[in-house]
Nanobody, 127 residues
Framework: QVLLVESGGGLVQTGGSLNLSCAAS????????MGWFRQAPGKEREFVARIAWSSGYTLYSNSAKGRSTISRDNTKNTMLLQMNGLKPEDTAVYYC????????????????????WGQGTQVTVSS
């Protein structure tokens, strides 16, 4: 089992930044990819960014690209997301997810590929 705990959400003004953290604990030795997703009210959960745990290779959604940085600290089993230039449409619950090598194959952009999820942290961007 892998336990994921997000932190860092809250209320941010338009144009501001967010810094989210995801701490992983439990059986983490076979983690393959970790990712950030978000879900706004009435909408489906959508991909934000993901990072390969070993190589550090990253992928970003079009909306996150150019204004976001995903990173990880393997020694602390922690993943971070920094996003700048926030807009009201970035308001959502942000979820951390972990994918093992034995989970569904894929590039790590679909929620169905991930076997473990955090509880989510609310980010609200005020206009």
């Amino acid at each position: 089992q892998v336990l994921l705990v997000e932190s860092g959400g809250g209320l941010v003004q338009t144009g501001g930044s967010l810094n989210l953290s995801c701490a992983a604990s439990g059986v983490t030795y076979n983690m393959y990819i970790m990712g950030w997703f978000r879900q706004a009210p009435g909408k489906e959960r959508e991909f934000v960014a993901r990072i390969a745990w070993s190589s550090g290779y990253t992928l970003y959604s079009n909306s996150a690209k150019g204004r976001s940085t995903i990173s990880r600290d393997n020694t602390k089993n922690t993943m971070l997301l920094q996003m700048n230039g926030l807009k009201p449409e970035d308001t959502a619950v942000y979820y951390c997810a972990a994918k093992r090598r034995t989970d569904i194959s894929g590039p790590g952009v679909n929620p169905s590929e991930y076997g473990y999820w955090g509880q989510g942290t609310q980010v609200t961007v005020s206009s």
